[in-house]
């Protein structure tokens, strides 16, 4: 009788033993889905603010109007101007927006620890801030009135601007990319920026555990005013518009 017992007993540990195991396999799946989640929310967060104001230059949101002569930026020694504010092109929020697993879309200025992960998109926003600020010496900020805006880093009112019909705003320059690395935990990788803080591309850490981002644009092919299709960023319809 003894030894029927022990033998019961020792089945009905093995499957409390069972239990206990699924469901601390289950807890800790659901964990990391619930964190994954979080970084995804988050992530999406962050860029939906920076997204939205894509184009904003002020008192107006014609690109070519923006005239971003006469301010310097840089990314440690290196001069970054001609990339960081675009100054080849007209101002637009989706110039520079490449689906590229290079970092050589943001030249001289490279990414932090080994570099951006391979077949991963790159995305730069610019935008003026979305509330008016304080003139600034050292920062480079965009002087705006209805129909024009102008780059400036002087802490100074630009030529041709009325001090009551304009408005003052931070420039705002961000190039999202993932990093194969993080700041705080080694070979993990993690959403970053180089931002544009005064007149300098600073390399910031959004959240680290973000392994893949992939951009696609809506295009409106017969301008309507509604999308018809998605493409991805180095798509030719991108590229020439």
């Not at 929020?93 to 590229?100: A, E, F, K, R």
């Not at 009112?157 to 961000?174: R, Y």
Request: net charge negative.
């Amino acid at each position: 009788e003894l030894m029927v017992a022990m033998v019961l007993g020792l089945f009905l540990m093995i499957g409390a033993m069972s239990v206990y195991t699924q469901g601390r396999q289950h807890y800790q799946s659901a964990g990391s889905v619930a964190r994954l989640q979080e970084n995804v929310r988050f992530a999406f967060d962050v860029l939906e603010a920076d997204i939205l104001l894509a184009g904003f230059w002020g008192q107006h949101n014609i690109g070519t109007n923006t005239n971003v002569s006469g301010v310097a930026v840089a990314c440690g020694a290196n001069n970054v101007t001609a990339w960081a504010l675009d100054t080849a092109n007209p101002v637009e929020g989706t110039n520079n927006v490449p689906g590229s697993s290079n970092e050589n879309v943001m030249p001289n200025c490279s990414a932090f620890g080994d570099g951006v992960i391979p077949d991963t998109d790159v995305l730069v926003v610019r935008h003026a801030s979305g509330q008016s600020q304080a003139f600034t010496n050292g920062r480079i900020q965009i002087q705006s009135d209805l129909g024009k805006s102008q780059t400036f880093s002087d802490g100074a009112l630009p030529l041709g601007f009325d001090a009551i019909e304009s408005t003052t705003h931070d420039a705002v320059v961000n190039a999202w990319y993932l990093s194969t690395d993080s700041s705080t935990l080694d070979d993990v990788p993690s959403l970053r920026r180089r931002t544009l803080i005064n007149t300098t591309m600073v390399d910031e850490e959004v959240i680290a555990g973000v392994e893949n981002m992939q951009i696609q644009f809506g295009v409106d092919t017969d301008n309507d005013g509604s999308i018809e299709r998605f493409v991805d960023p180095d798509n030719d319809v991108v590229a020439g518009n």
